[in-house]
């Protein structure tokens, strides 16, 4: 359970109590009035009732410029609310967190600032390093660090939602990222000193049809985790589909001319990007994330149909060129 905070003018205070019951919340408790006359309240929620409470209130006071809404997280609440039977006359999300939540986790994660770019770096290091001594331990440490997952899931999102800002921001963290890393593996391949002939380097040189199934699972769990709440589970999502390794690759191969290599290494990372967003967006979709007004839901439907294709035609591509390489 969360407590939803609203801050808003005493005038409100009757309408909001009204939302709150229409929803059968848990409970629900105010404060005197302030002297700007605002007054708090609070009103305490499960996740199924949480997504609708807040569209109502932001229907309610999304005009208003002194009103604050606010979700506050519990560690526990007692007694135990006793389970209740569900209302399913009226469509709702099956996410565990709201939309506004889900859209604050990614939101953080395509900012492109200095710790964005030294991670991606002080990763590609490692990655280059550990692909080029055959360390598997050192190459997943690299996985962990890269900041490259969670752009690519903020992409999907953006694009449920319709959110054009958020969309950019992840468009260019990803290609930052990307750029970053084959730069940093190509800087490593230029000094490197011994051979390149190490398998876990070479195994970044091969597209696999496994790798596809991989990819698909992995992006559809981060997407869930994310929207369960369980956010843990995106560290092993992040060593499951790794962004960086194929891309310092590309740069390791370039560095010595192996051109033919960096293709490989180029297919494997196109796959893996396309396949975290197709499966994200599916997730997205098949739990009912998406705008809040039903105009920006109408403008978002009409891309829908034409992204998925898109994604998926470039995923089928993709998998022909595995099958061209491998004869």
Not at 6 to 23: K, L, M, P, Y
Not at 178 to 184: E, G, P, S, W
Not at 219 to 232: E, K, P, Q
Not at 304 to 309: E, I, K
């Amino acid at each position: 359970m969360k407590i939803i905070e609203v801050i808003a003018d005493e005038g409100h205070r009757d309408t909001i109590t009204s939302i709150a019951e229409q929803h059968n919340v848990e409970d629900i408790w105010y404060g005197i009035p302030g002297d700007d006359g605002r007054v708090a309240i609070r009103i305490l929620t499960s996740p199924t009732q949480r997504q609708t409470v807040l569209d109502s209130l932001q229907t309610l006071l999304g005009t208003s410029g002194d009103s604050r809404i606010m979700v506050i997280p519990l560690e526990v609440v007692l007694p135990r609310a006793s389970d209740e039977p569900v209302d399913d006359s009226k469509p709702a999300s099956s996410a565990a967190v709201s939309r506004e939540e889900i859209y604050q986790k990614v939101e953080k994660g395509t900012k492109l600032n200095s710790n964005f770019i030294l991670l991606v770096i002080l990763s590609g290091i490692v990655a280059s390093i550990g692909l080029l001594e055959n360390n598997i331990a050192v190459i997943v440490g690299a996985m962990v660090i890269a900041p490259l997952l969670g752009p690519n899931i903020a992409f999907s999102l953006g694009t449920t939602l319709g959110d054009k800002e958020l969309l950019w921001s992840a468009t260019k963290s990803i290609f930052t990222g990307i750029i970053l890393a084959v730069i940093t593996g190509f800087a490593i391949g230029v000094i490197w000193p011994y051979e390149f002939n190490s398998p876990e380097l070479l195994s970044r040189t091969e597209a696999e049809y496994s790798g596809t199934a991989i990819a698909l699972a992995s992006g559809a769990a981060a997407s869930l985790s994310l929207i369960a709440g369980t956010s843990g589970v995106l560290v092993g999502v992040m060593v499951a589909v790794a962004l960086i390794p194929p891309a310092v690759t590309i740069g390791l191969m370039s560095s010595i001319g192996g051109y033919e290599g960096a293709l490989g290494a180029t297919l494997i990372l196109a796959i893996n990007i396309v396949c975290i967003n197709l499966s994200a967006k599916l997730v997205f979709l098949f739990k009912g994330i998406g705008p809040r007004t039903w105009l920006e839901a109408s403008k978002v439907k009409q891309s829908r149909t034409l992204y998925l294709l898109g994604w998926t035609i470039l995923l089928a591509l993709l998998v022909l060129m595995i099958y061209l390489s491998s004869r």
